[in-house]
């Protein structure tokens, strides 16, 4: 068995890698890498809908905490308007529970089918983007959940109904899934202009003058975002979303630093001044004695025509 092992051809990955592989060949890896990944969501689906309930006690809890919603320690229910929502919603609750708990392995699916067609720079720094995307969007929806509980009160105080009204369960579930999403994807901002910025598109002085009109885009983002319309939650997400602008314009002066970056020949060079000109300089030396030529010979005068005599009898 040890001998077939060390017989056997390359992987899939290393013939991919050294474009070995056929167009037939490469639909099959991807068919392959797809049922994979599909199997581990539906394992991961199961174990979503053992874990349904306590992630819906947990997105409940800001409706809990409104006023008059807590009856002998106890939560009010929300409303139902059909028989089935119940367990539709535990359904939607395990594919998403599902889709986290199988992301490492669907997610090192869809690398292993992408990474034979990068550089080995390449993969290096895909690695360090997506070991920095997961914190940052569980920064996002830590930050979401904080801003639906504090302004779920709010909205619910100013409509005309009260802040005692009950839910639908389906649509505030939606609610807060939605903000949870939103908020983890918007802060994955910084780590775009961190990719734009390693690939050599936009350099870190480029970044940094844009900085008025990222935060003004920060603050209109936050201000539509936010379900507060108060300025609690607009301005706490606006000022994450600076702050982690700014940090990623400081991390690429450094990669700018690391790399050389602004130091070309017209860096410092204003726009009305003229640019050095580095040749090298020739000495100028005498050139060689050219002797004189002969005179030339004046030419020949050229014979005009003979002179017309004229007669007495000429008519004038």
Sequence with gaps: MAFALLK????????AADGSMTLVEHIRELRNRLFRASLAIVVGLIGGYLLAQPAFDLLKQPYCRLPGMMVDGECQKFLMLAPADGFILKL???LWI????????WLYQLWAFIAPGLHRHERKWAYVFVAIAAPLFAAGAALAFFVVDKGLAFLLESGVTGADSQLEVTRYISFVTTMILLFGVAFEFPLTLLMLNFTGVVSARRLLSWWRVVVFICFAFAAVATPDP????????ALCLSLLYFVAVGVAFLNDRRRGRGKEIYAGVDDDEASPLEVDREPVRAGERIEAASPIAAPEP????A???RRYDDVT
């Design 230 to 237: 108060g300025p609690f939650g607009m301005t706490l997400l």
């Design 98 to 105: 599902g889709l986290i708990i199988a992301g490492p392995v």
């Design 92 to 94: 939607k609750l395990a």
């Design 307 to 309: 002179p017309i005599e």
């Design 8 to 15: 056997r051809g390359p992987s899939n990955f290393e013939r």
């Design 302 to 305: 050229i014979a005009g025509p």
